[in-house]
């Protein structure tokens, strides 16, 4: 909405001054600061950790969304606050959360605002590539229990009257929506849906942050001290583009440096039109105060990429096959790799992988933790050599088995299988040639690995990945 209309419809209301027309420049600002000073404020703020078995990384969802709902709340208007933490009938269920978006965007009037918050896990689905968000009560490898962004926005746009409608989302892969034509690019892209803007905490190819120093994650400390008054343009009035400007800056210059986003992370606002003209907080003391300092930019060294990541471990079944192993984690991380799975390898995982090579995940919960992994590929390579004489001539016969089982970091078991039959046939060649026989038998087993691994990788453990 542009900011003539903002003004007229102030104008209209019962709270506005007398005359429905305002001149340029300091006037205007000044009627523009009278608008936020006199509209009121309703929303969704959700902030979510998974329950077990999974054991979702991220630290600082909850503490983001209560800052977020304090901001957000500071004017009259209601504010449905749904955590992890919350009592049952305030948990960030799928359902509850789209029966208060809809109940609360009922109530705004068109003086008011309407305010949409997600800080958790988000993911894209593989058959349409929209961006979804994970409710507290999200299933595996259930679509119908992801939330989908673009149908957030297309219930706000269908049932809400606010002068802007902000939907803000503290999560990865939340960056893009195609849902609507990307041709004109992203920002043009979420223009296609007309009142609504939307504002991502990364790029789509990027993780978003949490930084423990703050105990908050990056993009939302920076975006609640812009809305608190960091962000204030003429007037005294934080606007979208005024904390645009603000929230791109300073957490790109936070996060420079970080080992998977070396330019830094960049937030992504998709404004409306004109709305970026639209005044959507004034400065907050109170709010700007219980925050800390933010530390020196470029302290990506103390960040936690909130997408976890995925340690394959393959351990031979007898010891002089130590060698071969390693080359079969070597392949399938290189795979996973392609099929853009975060990989965390043997040289980065340290204790993590002693402690599982004694076969107890359990106990390794706290190092996985510390290397903000959770996902675990654990296999067994079995090979079975024989030789056998054929009219007076030896030959080599070599069988290869993988058995595996992906967990999660505390030894919950999502999945499990073997290669038995890869191939149908065993590999046969002359004594001379024993090595070449056993690659090839190990060859065959990747391939069945693989083919096994890849689609129970993609149903239990990508929707988590974000």
Same mark, same amino acid.
């Given at each position: ?9 102030? +104008? ?7 005359? *429905? ?13 009278? #608008? ?16 077990? *078995? ?7 969802? !909850?503490?983001? +969304? ?13 504010? /449905?606050?749904?955590? /992890? ?23 705004? =009037? ?47 746009? %269908? ?26 690019? !992203? ?18 190819? %990027? ?34 583009? /005024? ?18 986003? *070396? ?82 390898? =043997? ?7 002693? #402690?599982?090579? /004694? ?17 675990? #590929? ?39 299988? =073997? ?19 056993? %690659? ?27």
């Amino acid at each position: 909405m542009i900011l003539s209309s903002v003004l007229a419809t102030l +104008a209209m209301s019962p709270f506005a001054a007398a005359s *429905p027309s305002f001149p340029q420049g300091s006037q205007t600002i000044e009627k523009l600061a009278e #608008v936020v000073r006199l509209s009121k404020r309703y929303g969704v703020v959700c902030g979510v950790i998974l329950p077990q *078995p999974i054991n979702d990384p991220l630290k600082y969802t !909850l503490s983001d +969304a209560q800052v977020m709902k304090d901001v957000i709340g500071a004017e009259a208007g209601e504010v /449905s606050l749904l955590t /992890s933490a919350s009592p049952d009938d305030k948990k960030p269920t799928k359902a509850k959360i789209l029966a208060e978006v809809d109940r609360l965007a009922a109530m705004a =009037s068109p003086r008011d605002t309407f305010w949409f918050y997600f800080s958790g896990h988000g993911t894209q689905w593989n058959d349409d590539g929209k961006s979804y968000v994970l409710p507290y009560d999200f299933k595996p490898g259930v679509k119908e229990s992801l939330i989908s962004i673009s149908d957030i926005r297309a219930r706000l746009k %269908q049932n809400c009257k606010a002068r802007a409608v902000v939907v803000v989302l503290d999560s990865c892969h939340s960056g893009s929506d195609k849902s609507v034509p990307t041709s004109g690019g !992203l920002e043009n892209a979420f223009g296609a849906l007309k009142g609504v803007n939307t504002v991502a905490s990364s790029r789509v190819d %990027q993780v978003s942050t949490e930084l423990p120093l703050l105990k908050h994650g990056t993009f939302t400390f920076f975006f609640v001290r812009g809305m608190a008054g960091e962000a204030k343009g003429p007037g005294n009035v934080v606007t979208l583009a /005024s904390l645009k400007d603000y929230v791109i800056k300073n957490t790109k210059e936070m996060t420079k440096g970080h080992p998977k986003m *070396p330019d830094g992370q960049e937030p992504v606002f998709m404004i409306d039109g004109d709305g970026g003209n639209v005044g959507v907080s004034l400065p907050n003391e109170a709010v700007l105060n219980q925050l800390p300092q933010p530390p020196a930019p470029g302290a990506a060294s103390s960040m936690q990429a909130l997408a976890p990541g995925v340690i394959v471990l393959v351990r031979p079944e007898n010891s002089k096959y130590k060698a071969n192993a390693a080359g079969v984690e070597k392949v399938i991380n290189g795979i996973l790799v392609k099929k853009n799975y975060p990989v965390i390898s =043997s040289e980065q995982s340290g204790t993590f992988l002693s #402690v599982l090579a /004694s076969g107890s995940p359990a106990q390794a919960g706290a190092q996985a933790g510390e290397l903000n992994s959770r996902f675990l #590929v654990r296999a067994t390579l079995k090979l079975e050599e024989s030789q056998y004489d054929v009219d007076g001539a030896d030959f080599f016969r070599c069988e290869a088995t993988i058995e595996a089982e992906v967990l999660t970091k505390d030894g919950k078991v999502l999945a499990s299988f =073997s290669t038995d039959g890869a191939d149908g046939r065993p590999i046969a060649g002359t004594g001379t040639i024993k090595s070449a026989a056993i %690659q090839r038998a190990i060859g065959s087993v990747n391939k069945k690995f693989e083919q096994l691994l890849v689609p129970e990788l993609d149903r239990a453990v990508k929707p988590f990945l974000n």
